[in-house]
């Protein structure tokens, strides 16, 4: 299978996703030092409380990384509602707060608001962005480049692995990580980029081909990867896709699925793939036309093993990417030019 | 128009929505007291942020009080990942926090489990709920009983509006507010519940009467409307119904929408809907199939007039609710039973 003989269709795409193991591998040789020193400054100034602002693609790296203070940090975290600052004109007591504001372009002029009114109000302020000359990098105190090159296609696909992966780092070394977890990741990467993976993924879209409305399902560190994944197959194959965590699904969404109704879960290993045991008898029970990400049944996209689970997200995307990639394709759309988008989404 | 000659389909959610006055008025006549009580414990306590947990249409509930304690109280707030603490036995530091868990049944297990955890890690705890007697209000410090009386539709319409009430006297009380946007909201309920505003809910269900899918979008306050509204159509007429706000929207999903795509945008009085204006232009620049909430345009469902938007979403939903029922009959469904669905529903 040879993604690229697509008649000039989702070449970018095809390129970006092509590159993720070589962005992976560089982030951890390379930026980790940087992202180590920038660690212990954080760590100096103990904030108790981590807020995230981000948009689009960007909104999800920000929910992997709410999970990780969550869970490796032991902090509570939210993801901040930029309209309160920007619309509303609140100043909210940020004291003690770190405030890390996730764009791949740096350039939504809510988001730089937001990063400049949050270090205004006390907070520590920290940009996680593939733009490192952008006004949001300008406005933080603090600034991740997450050096995954220049991005042509609209729809983000390296940028994202790359924010998650820095992310990553990031509190992996507030808790006094070394960041083992994330060696294996740019071998693993590319496995997912090659040829197996490509047939597993043609054969998915052939059972996609038709529909018009899809949920993704997920929980815990996951769920991440099904909002991600639904966006990608909305800007690219302009398909209603809907993410639920796994435990929101079964609170009032599950009563829209039926038999073949078009389902993707994913259930890596790990805490979050086993708590999904229940959904996917439901889905299962149900008839549906499902798809798991992780595991081995027969109807399973399997993933690299031994990978902890803390990482997993960062290479469940991949085969999603391909196959938004491919569904676009396979329906004439060309998703490196999604209708209607800009690179830059400007919002206020 | 009367809605109840349907066969019988929706006559518990077309009683449970005609109640909503009457819960309303009095939640505020006799509920804020004790309400206004306990906004004076929180107010010693001095909390310096606020998680809420919550799923389903409780989470929407919380969404809309993440509005008001970041503008209303100036404070950090968040949505916790309740999988975070249950299922990979997150022990967080929550001194100075404020844990509110939002649940109408006050019977799921993950919530009951997150609030006790919550309590043993330092947190002042908060059940907002309509069963006091639930094992969340038992493992709550605090307790708001919302008092919506019992709810036998699968789909919650009245504990809804209930549970915002309730959050918006109790944020409202601990700013040391009076409580006096709330006071026309019965009466303002009444109208929307009236006849003439299910004229207009027909015309609508007629006009997306084929729709498979639907995006609902909103901002700042009103977002929690577009997710609420959303939910609704999901349970009752299995639509897939998309939820995003104004801003998001225009970060990717917007690709999705083309002349005649169906949509409902909430933009009522205020600065939400203000920042609604560069979104309404893009969808009827695209000839969207587009019904606005709010505003006085031809294809505007208007709100009464006079209601201050820190309350707004309290009546926005009403006639979303009635909508999502009557589309649910006239294809033919139960929206008092949805296929699937319990009223409690059992996560971990």
Request: one cysteine or more; proline letters at 5%; hydrophobic letters at 45%.
């Amino acid at each position: 299978v040879d993604v690229d003989t697509s008649g000039g269709l989702g070449v970018l795409m095809g390129r970006e996703i092509a590159e993720q193991p070589d962005v992976l591998d560089r982030i951890v040789k390379e930026q980790r030092p940087a992202i180590a020193a920038l660690a212990r400054r954080i760590q100096v100034a103990r904030p108790r409380f981590v807020v995230f602002a981000a948009r689009g693609t960007s909104d999800h790296a920000a929910t992997y990384a709410k999970y990780l203070v969550e869970i490796l940090l032991g902090l509570p975290a939210g993801l901040a509602s930029p309209s309160s600052m920007t619309a509303y004109g609140a100043r909210p007591d940020l004291r003690d707060v770190l405030f890390v504001a996730v764009s791949q372009s740096g350039g939504s002029p809510d988001l730089v608001e937001s990063i400049a009114t949050a270090r205004a109000c006390g907070a520590l302020t920290l940009a996680v962005t593939n733009a490192p000359e952008s006004p949001l990098a300008g406005e933080a105190e603090l600034t991740i480049d997450v050096q995954a090159g220049p991005e042509l296609a609209v729809a983000a696909t390296k940028s994202y692995t790359a924010e998650l992966l820095c992310l990553y780092l990031l509190f992996d070394a507030i808790r006094d990580g070394d960041g083992r977890h994330a060696r294996r990741l740019a071998t693993a990467a590319d496995e997912l980029t090659g040829d197996q993976v490509a047939v597993a993924v043609a054969g998915i879209a052939d059972r996609f081909s038709g529909v018009e409305r899809l949920v993704v399902t997920g929980r815990g560190y996951s769920y991440s990867t099904a909002l991600e994944a639904a966006l990608k197959l909305m800007e690219t194959s302009y398909i209603s896709a809907q993410a639920f965590s796994g435990a929101d699904l079964m609170h009032g969404p599950m009563a829209m699925l039926q038999e073949n109704s078009a389902v993707i879960a994913i259930a890596a290993d790990g805490i979050g793939g086993r708590a999904m045991t229940p959904v996917l008898h439901r889905l299962a029970g149900l008839g549906t036309n499902l798809v798991v990400v992780g595991g081995s049944a027969a109807n399973a996209m399997p993933l690299p093993s031994g990978i902890e689970e803390e990482v997993s997200p960062i290479l469940e995307i991949i085969p999603l990417q391909m196959l938004a990639r491919q569904l676009a394709i396979e329906r004439g759309y060309d998703p490196d030019r999604p209708r209607g988008l800009l690179k830059v989404t400007q919002t206020w």
